[in-house]
């Protein structure tokens, strides 16, 4: 008896820890697809998916302080626009800014990035960036 009661009481621990984290937010890390402006805030839009669409830019913040910026190939904005895959870095500022260093099709860009909501599927940003320092 006293050992189904042990484990009993060890699989409604282990029930009871998986659905706290199941409750907490992912954060910022991951794939995050364009979608729309906010016309309002003029916040940029984004949906958190497994990989980037071929068709839209995007922002993937890594665990290791990388950062994939999904932006034009070129200069040009004049459809149909190719993407392509940008390398920088991320950090956070504080619990609602982030920082990041990226290169783009002209050079290089410093931008930080205001957090205006995050949610498991949604992300919410002002961006504010600084003149690139063309190459």
């Given at each position: 008896m006293i050992i189904f009661t042990t484990?009993?009481?060890l699989l409604i621990v282990m029930?009871?820890?998986c659905e706290e984290a199941?409750?907490?937010e992912p954060g910022i890390l991951g794939i995050w697809v364009f979608e729309y402006w906010d016309q309002n805030t003029s916040g940029k839009i984004y949906s958190r998916h497994d990989q980037f669409?071929?068709?839209k830019p995007g922002v993937?913040?890594?665990s290791n302080g990388t950062l994939i910026e999904r932006g034009n190939r070129i200069g040009c904005g004049t459809p149909p626009i190719i993407y392509t895959n940008y390398e920088g870095s991320w950090s956070y500022e504080?619990?609602?800014t982030i920082t990041i260093t990226s290169s783009f099709w002209g050079g290089?860009?410093?931008c930080e990035l205001q957090i205006l909501s995050l949610t498991v599927d949604t992300l919410k940003i002002l961006w504010d960036c600084e003149d690139p320092d063309f190459n």
């Open positions: 484990i009993l009481l029930v009871a820890g199941d409750d907490k669409e071929e068709d993937q913040f890594q504080n619990d609602s290089v860009q410093n």
